[in-house]
Nanobody, 123 residues
Framework: VQLQASGGGLVQAGGSLRLSCAASGRTFSRSTVAWFRQAPGKEREFVARIVWNGGSTYYADSVKGRFTISRDNAKNTVYLKMNSLKPEDTAAYYC?????????????????WGQGTQFTVSS
């Protein structure tokens, strides 16, 4: 699976943004897809994940209630809708995938990564 993240930019605090992760490859529809983020000087951290049929989602506590992950397998795309954005959400956001049901927030659980998309939340 090859992944391409997009949708970054500049947004004001309290605003909304939607990131997209477009995938190519036959295994996408059978893959768990996750979003991670990495701020300058910090480790990459888990944000959210969704299993292959969208039946299970999981969020980091820091984004729960504000972010929503969804997928459209017909379009080979996973989305991350982000509301009530805060300056601390500023980071490069990466989508990652692994075939099967992956119930993990570890970067090591995902073996396919996109190039990342950056966005900044201004206060």
């Amino acid at each position: 699976v090859q992944l391409q993240a997009s949708g970054g930019g500049l947004v004001q605090a309290g605003g909304s943004l939607r990131l997209s992760c477009a995938a190519s490859g036959r295994t996408f529809s059978r893959s768990t897809v996750a979003w991670f983020r990495q701020a300058p000087g910090k480790e990459r951290e888990f944000v959210a994940r969704i299993v292959w049929n969208g039946g299970s989602t999981y969020y980091a506590d820091s984004v729960k209630g504000r972010f929503t992950i969804s997928r459209d397998n017909a379009k080979n795309t996973v989305y991350l809708k982000m509301n009530s954005l805060k300056p601390e959400d500023t980071a490069a956001y990466y989508c990652a995938a692994a075939v099967g049901l992956i119930y993990s927030a570890s970067v090591n659980a995902y073996d396919n990564w996109g190039q990342g998309t950056q966005f900044t939340v201004s206060s």
